[in-house]
């Protein structure tokens, strides 16, 4: 399994600004994603964070707006920039773990993010 | 079309009862499904694989139709505890998902 950890957990931030999400897991994993999940709505890929590559992103996202680091395997931020009322979202960073025969995604807590 | 597709809810269903969800994909060459769960507040978390042949895990048992393109998860015996919102999810392409929009159950005294 793997333990991951977010900050912050929640913040209220004026539009026009930024916000630097931070990710980090207990093992060392290959690829990380960054999810945003709106306000009743489910989670959508925002880009895949490779170690020692620029990130991949989805459709419909761009870096930036939402610029990615990943400086190593187990670490990763991504960044919500130029904040507009419409970025109010949960941003989940998630991770792949495969072994013996079985695979599961698992899921940082989430980042709560208002913006006014 | 939405390459995922859940029906909402919400399903209010009393204690005991059998509930089932029904899930439909668009892309026919997804290998590989899931069905997670979500409570309020709380991220997504896994619930079970989907296999071909079909699986059960205790109360929830789930099944694929790759001729449909359908995924479905059965509840027995339902709990309050059961309350949440379950997510039907794909694997696009490598290990990238894609998320359904969720059905949400309420499991009532």
């Known amino acids: 399994s793997a333990v991951i950890s977010q900050k912050p957990s929640r913040d209220i931030c004026q539009r026009g600004t930024s916000l630097t999400i931070q990710c980090q897991v207990d093992?060392?994993?290959?690829?990380m994603f960054w999810y945003r999940q709106q306000p009743g709505q489910s989670l959508t890929l925002i880009a895949t964070?490779?170690?020692?590559?620029?990130?991949?992103?989805e459709s419909g996202f761009v870096i930036d707006k939402f610029p990615i680091s990943r400086p190593n395997l187990t670490f990763s931020t991504l960044t919500v920039s130029n904040m507009s009322p419409e970025d109010s979202s949960i941003y989940l960073c998630?991770?792949?773990?495969?072994?013996?025969?079985?695979?599961?995604?698992?899921f940082g807590p989430g980042t709560r993010l208002t913006v006014t | 079309r939405k390459e995922v597709e859940q029906d909402p809810g919400p399903f209010n269903v009393p204690e005991g009862a059998t509930v089932a969800f029904n899930c439909t994909y668009s892309?026919?060459?997804?290998?590989?499904f899931f069905w997670y769960r979500q409570d309020c507040r709380k991220e997504p978390k896994l619930l079970m694989s989907?296999?071909?042949s079909g699986n059960e895990d205790g109360r929830f048992t789930a099944q694929l139709n790759r001729a449909s393109q359908y995924i479905s998860l059965l509840i027995r015996d339902s709990k309050l505890s059961d309350s949440a919102t379950y997510l039907c999810?794909?694997?696009?392409?490598?290990?990238?998902?894609?998320f359904g929009g969720g059905t949400r159950l309420m499991v009532k005294p």
């Open positions: 989907v296999y071909s």
């Open positions: 999810v794909v694997n696009k392409a490598g290990n990238m998902l894609t």
């Open positions: 964070a490779n170690q020692g590559s620029e990130a991949t992103y």
């Open positions: 998630s991770v792949f773990l495969s072994g013996q025969g079985s695979y599961e995604q698992y």
């Open positions: 093992s060392q994993v290959t690829m």
């Open positions: 892309n026919s060459a997804s290998q590989s």
